[in-house]
């Protein structure tokens, strides 16, 4: 006769106290392919378990010396890792008894007369239980492994994401901000820098879904952000290209609600772009009130980048105004009964006392009270800023020596025409370029202003033509820049030249910066008499307002020397810089 | 009592000699020296009135029986072990006694069997 | 929770109809109800929220899926009987220059 499970044999320990019963047993397991151990009593049994570790183990209820309820007790005793299948030999009916037997760790029960089909099915189903429990052990070591495995990548991720996060300039004084420890990981990001220019951005970003997919987006982001910031990019420029990134990294569906802010104290003005995220607010001290900032554009990520379009509002800023954002886990967080926090309570705080400095913490508090006790307290962020001057950051190493590979006496030259005045920013090249010459790269906040105010006055008075008296009243700012998107589109024919030229004087250097633009020129001899900017020739007649208005005090306090050539579409200055300068 | 009547199943038997194979004679031989073992205790304890022997031998006894077809037998056997996990001594005699003929009974058509294997 | 779908006009266009919540455990009804269509002739989609109670991000997401299913910018979706708190989470999100919203 064949038998009918081949897969492997297994030891099969017998304690059976009946000399005929226990033959019969040993004939079936031999017959089944499997390994027969005997016993003739329970403590035969335990001994001979501990000896041949069998893989299922027969016993009968029944025996001199120790019972098989007591033996299985023992024997489960020794077996609490793997499972060990016991199957009580029995002749018993009633139902007490059976309980004491499953009690005691039985798993099944063999009546007499013994039947092989009977016994052979039981060690089958049985075997089958015991693989998948073994199974189920190797999957859950498994399981575990990954889960350290994880954990171990996650804080190795959280590292490098808080070392790129953290960069930046999150912690300076005039910075509130609050995230919960469940948001970091859900999807909240905070990313803060001062550029050049002495502006500030800030970015608050949320992206959807939880865990790593939002982790992961968080990463180029926050690169792309401080890298751009510190170069001097604009802020649309930024936001276009975390898009791009973010467009074409995150799977369809997948974005990043986010509001971000440019702040320049010195030309008193906040940029804001938001999208997908609740209204943000700026409190103006001059009213004591607060203007509201909604979210006028689609989240970073879902556009692509020829149909991003990016709308940005520009709001006049004083000292002391304070700007407010959020992500919607502020508004939404719940309390017990699933009552969200809400807008309109949000509201009536800080209509309470508008602009008060324990405003900030008052929401926080507020928010968490709400939430109570209930378990929903993930990804809340806030923050705040004071708008204050940013205090100056510690220079860099001012005793580094000039090294090797680096530029010292070089001159660029750099040509723009008329299709890359519209869109292109040709500053962050520059200050690029700057950053690799010693002794400049720490004074490229400065030169930044300087090549800002040249750069705008050559295109926006020169090429463009546009008077900055505008500027002088708040609806005439933003009707100025109006304007100059207008001209820039219509723009026919215009240029722009930028020349550099940098030589390395015995204890420091000198930079020349010289800007021509294809303008029609401006007069500059009212200013001529009293300050120290050169003409090469008379000029003709014009109001020193308007020359004032083009931030010539500004590049006289900077710069050593300011020529203008006429008929005044062409400015030269020079920059000179000693090792030992405080800067 | 000289027509004793039993019940054995020779279906159940046959299939036993298929499965143990050369190792059958072994088993009826086991069957009968520890049967007549038990009954032999079972003997003395009845007289002595020790009724937890009595128990245990008789459901020892039982157990074997049915796994080889023996099932009047076993019956018998089943009736003393409730009697005496019930403290009832009255039938003992008799159940001692009819378990004594059945298993002679037995064992003869069980020598039969070992003699001539396909004599059914 | 449902999410029921139906061609009308020659199969040129779908109804999406969405009953109760439309969240994250919405994804794979959602996708199910336009995926099992024949798209071939398909020329509008009508996503039907009068009967949504509630929305979340992943629903904003699901809707950008099914947007870039119909063929991206090409795609005519339009989202209708949008209670006013919908809305306004679409308002929020700029979702109008993306999906004609009713």
Redesign the interface.
């Known amino acids: 006769m064949v038998t009918t499970v081949k897969n492997s044999a297994l030891t099969v320990l017998i304690a059976e106290d009946s000399a005929p019963d226990r033959l019969i047993l040993e004939s079936i397991v031999k017959k089944s392919g499997h390994i027969p151990v005997v016993a003739a009593d329970g403590a035969q049994a335990v001994q001979a378990f501990e000896k041949h570790l069998p893989d299922i183990v027969l016993l009968d209820v029944l025996m001199p010396v120790m019972g098989g309820v007591e033996a299985a007790k023992i024997i489960r005793g020794q077996t609490q890792d793997t499972i060990v299948p016991i199957i009580f030999l029995t002749s018993l009916s009633d139902d007490e008894s059976l309980v004491e037997c499953i009690e005691a760790g039985g798993d099944d029960f063999l009546t007499k007369p013994y039947n092989r089909v009977v016994l052979e099915s039981k060690i089958k189903a049985l075997t089958r239980v015991r693989e998948m429990h073994k199974t189920m052990v190797r999957q859950k070591q498994t399981i575990e492994l990954h889960n350290q495995h994880l954990i171990r990548e996650q804080t190795v991720a959280k590292q490098l994401y808080d070392k790129i996060a953290h960069s930046g300039c999150l912690d300076l004084n005039i910075i509130k901000y609050y995230m919960s420890p469940q948001a970091v990981f859900n999807g909240d990001v905070l990313v803060a820098e001062v550029g050049p220019a002495g502006n500030m951005m800030i970015l608050l970003g949320d992206f959807t879904g939880h865990g790593l997919p939002a982790a992961i987006g968080s990463m180029p982001l926050a690169s792309t952000f401080y890298g751009m910031v510190r170069k001097g990019f604009s802020m649309l420029d930024i936001l276009t290209e975390i898009n791009s990134k973010l467009h074409d990294i995150l799977p369809i569906g997948f974005f990043c609600c986010a509001t971000c802010i440019d702040v320049n104290l010195d030309k008193r003005r906040l940029k804001v772009w938001s999208g997908g995220m609740p209204d943000s607010m700026l409190y103006k001290v001059s009213t004591n009130s607060y203007e509201i900032i909604k979210a006028k554009n689609l989240p970073l990520g879902v556009l692509s980048e020829k149909e991003f379009k990016c709308q940005e509002m520009r709001l006049p800023l004083e000292p002391c105004d304070r700007f407010f954002m959020w992500s919607d886990g502020i508004v939404e967080a719940r309390n017990e009964d699933g009552e969200m926090f809400g807008d309109e309570r949000l509201r009536r705080l800080l209509e309470r006392r508008p602009g008060s400095p324990g405003l900030f913490d008052e929401i926080i508090g507020q928010v968490h009270n709400h939430i109570g006790t209930s378990d929903k307290d993930d990804d809340i962020s806030v923050i705040e800023l004071d708008v204050q001057h940013i205090p100056k950051r510690p220079a860099a190493d001012e005793t580094k020596k000039i090294q090797e590979g680096h530029l010292q006496d070089w001159a660029f030259s750099f040509y723009l025409a008329t299709t890359s005045l519209e869109k292109y920013d040709p500053l962050p090249l520059i200050i690029n370029l700057i950053n690799d010459v010693p002794g400049l790269k720490e004074r490229s906040s400065t030169l930044y202003t300087v090549l800002a105010e040249l750069y705008a006055n050559a295109l926006e008075h020169g090429v463009l033509g546009l008077s900055s008296e505008l500027k002088a009243t708040p609806s005439g700012f933003a009707e100025f820049y109006d304007l100059k998107h207008a001209r820039l589109s219509a723009l026919d024919e215009g240029n722009i030249e930028i020349d550099l030229q940098h030589k390395l004087h015995p204890d420091g250097g000198e930079l020349t910066i010289r800007i021509l633009d294809s303008g029609a020129g401006f007069d500059f001899t009212a200013r001529e008499a009293e300050s120290k900017v050169e003409t090469t020739s008379p000029g003709q007649s014009g109001d020193s307002l308007n020359f004032h208005g083009r931030g010539f005090d500004l590049l006289e306090s900077i710069c050593d020397r300011i020529v203008v050539h006429p008929p005044g579409n062409c400015v030269e200055v020079a920059f000179v810089w000693k090792r030992d300068d405080v800067l | 009592m000289s027509d004793i009547s039993y019940d054995l199943d020779l279906t159940l038997i046959e299939g036993l000699r298929e499965l143990l194979e050369d190792k059958f004679a072994e088993l009826i031989e086991t069957f009968k020296t520890d049967s007549a073992r038990r009954i032999a205790l079972i003997a003395r304890a009845v007289p002595a009135q020790d009724l937890d022997v009595v128990s245990q031998e008789a459901h020892g006894l039982k157990g074997s029986c049915r796994n080889l077809g023996a099932n009047s037998l076993a019956a018998i056997c089943d009736q003393m072990e409730q009697d005496a996990n019930a403290g009832d001594a009255s039938q003992m005699e008799q159940l001692l006694t009819a378990i004594e003929q059945q298993f002679a009974a037995i064992a003869a058509v069980m020598d039969d069997l070992l003699e001539y294997p396909n004599s059914d | 929770m449902s999410i029921n779908a139906k061609t009308t006009g020659d199969g040129k266009s779908l109804t999406i109809v969405i009953d109760g919540r439309f969240d994250a455990s919405s994804l794979n009804d959602f996708r199910r109800s336009y995926e099992d269509v024949d798209a071939a002739g398909l020329e509008s989609i009508i996503v039907d929220l009068q009967k949504a109670i509630h929305l979340d991000?992943?629903a904003?997401?699901?809707l950008?899926?099914l947007r870039?299913f119909a063929g991206g910018?090409k795609s005519h979706i339009s989202i209708v009987n949008c209670s006013p708190e919908v809305r306004k989470i679409f308002t929020?999100?700029?979702?109008e220059?993306?999906f004609t919203i009713q």
Not at chain 3, 92 to 95: A, D, L
């Open positions: 991000s992943s904003l997401g699901m950008l899926v870039d910018e929020i999100s700029s979702f220059q993306l």
